[in-house]
């Protein structure tokens, strides 16, 4: 593998000199490092021109995680844009937050969705100052709720997703009535935590219905083998993803000839179906209409986009009562939808072309990025072959494998030495 790959140490010598060719390929392309007095590596951030030209047109929701990496030397990767660290702690969160800011800015009613990590929980409040909502991924803190409340793992779990999932106070507060009945401790636990954290009928501004991190366990999932690569290259393989998955969407939007993206044009079809069946009646105001489901009345406001469900104003999708006002006064529901959900605003996210790096022997450095000096991280490399997996969370399903000659956990049928079980 050195000789396909090079030694990790050695990479690290080289991340000066990719960097300037990032910058020169993709113009206005964002990278950063930063050494210890001694030269050795502490931090590396990159984000592409993509990247940034294309968050204006996306949701102002950023999603974020960290993850450890496969080689000797550790580290982690994030979506929308990479940074690799000595350590995951107070110090390198701040200066990737700091570097965010500094690339993307701060949009209005932004948010940023993450576990209940200390040092993501403090970088943010110190970066931005309160200027961005910072909200918890639901699994992540329903995993926390499991481990502190284990006796009634089975009786929460239903609870606090309806609770954390519901619209409007009301039927939050009958869930939560429900929690504080099982466990007091539990609700005090919850309220200590922050409500407008992380129930959908509390929010501050809007999450467009992005309650978990799930994003990013997806991206840490399609790079797991790369976390093993050398760090130089790691950057290189993340480049490359990006442009392969730019080129991929862009030609998706292209080939959609729905107003909106897939995704968006499914919800809101179910929505309108639902309410072709559904009474209209309008008021004295013009704008303002009820709507009658289920023997419930909703009151829906389309001027300012409301309705008493809730839906219609969190999702930014026309709920089916707003959908059955536009089918009875003959109106175009589309007009309703937020912009970002339309097929346009995916195609001017991908406009931006990611470019791909010339071969090593073909790049002309300058002086000064040739004599750069970094050096590997300073630390005790652990013994033994890295880590391939994580170690799980005490909630966290375990899994062994099965093997399929004798039927017993912890091997396979390659290693097995047991005789094989009689059908």
Request: with cysteine; aromatic share 12%; proline share 3%.
């Amino acid at each position: 593998m050195e000789l396909l790959r090079g030694k990790p140490e050695n990479s690290f010598a080289q991340l000066p000199r990719y960097f300037y060719m990032i910058q020169q390929t993709n113009l206005g392309s964002v990278v950063m490092l930063k050494k210890d007095e001694n030269n050795s590596f502490l931090y590396a951030f990159m984000s592409l021109k993509a990247s940034i030209s294309g968050w204006n047109h996306c949701i102002p929701i950023m999603i974020v995680d960290g993850t450890f990496l496969k080689s000797p030397y550790g580290g982690k990767i994030f979506p929308l844009a990479f940074a690799v660290t000595d350590s995951e702690n107070d110090a390198s969160w701040n200066w990737f937050f700091t570097n965010i800011k500094s690339v993307f800015g701060i949009r209005e009613e932004m948010c940023i969705i993450s576990d209940r990590h200390d040092s993501i929980k403090k970088a943010i409040e110190s970066v931005f100052e309160g200027e961005v909502q910072h909200d918890i991924c639901i699994y992540h803190l329903l995993n926390n709720v499991k481990y502190k409340f284990k006796k009634k793992n089975k009786k929460i779990k239903d609870l606090f997703m309806a609770a954390a999932r519901a619209y409007t106070k009301t039927e939050f507060k009958i869930h939560m009535d429900k929690l504080h009945k099982t466990s007091p401790k539990l609700t005090e636990y919850l309220n200590g935590v922050g409500l407008k954290k992380w129930a959908v009928s509390q929010f501050v501004n809007k999450r467009y219905n992005i309650l978990t991190s799930n994003t990013t366990e997806s991206f840490n999932a399609a790079v797991n083998r790369a976390r093993e690569l050398p760090v130089t290259m790691l950057m290189e393989y993340l480049r490359n993803l990006v442009q392969r998955w730019s080129c991929k969407n862009k030609n998706l939007a292209k080939e959609t000839f729905t107003k909106l993206s897939t995704k968006y044009e499914t919800l809101f079809r179910e929505n309108y179906l639902e309410s072709m069946e559904l009474k209209v009646d309008g008021t004295s105001d013009e704008y303002i209409f009820s709507v009658i489901n289920l023997g419930s009345t909703f009151t829906v406001n389309m001027k300012d986009m409301t309705c008493t469900c809730n839906k219609f104003q969190v999702d930014m999708l026309p709920c089916r009562h707003a959908s059955a006002v536009c089918y009875d006064k003959h109106q175009d529901p589309h007009e309703y939808c937020s912009n970002y959900f339309t097929n346009e605003e995916m195609l001017a996210t991908y406009e931006e072309v990611v470019y791909p790096v010339d071969k090593e022997d073909t790049w002309d450095i300058p002086t000064e990025v040739e004599n750069y000096i970094i050096l590997p991280s300073v630390g005790r490399i652990k013994a033994g072959k890295p880590k391939k997996r994580r170690i799980k969370g005490a909630v966290e399903q375990q899994t062994q494998n099965r093997c399929t000659w004798c039927r017993a956990y912890g091997h396979n049928r390659k290693t097995c030495r047991n005789m094989p079980k009689k059908k």
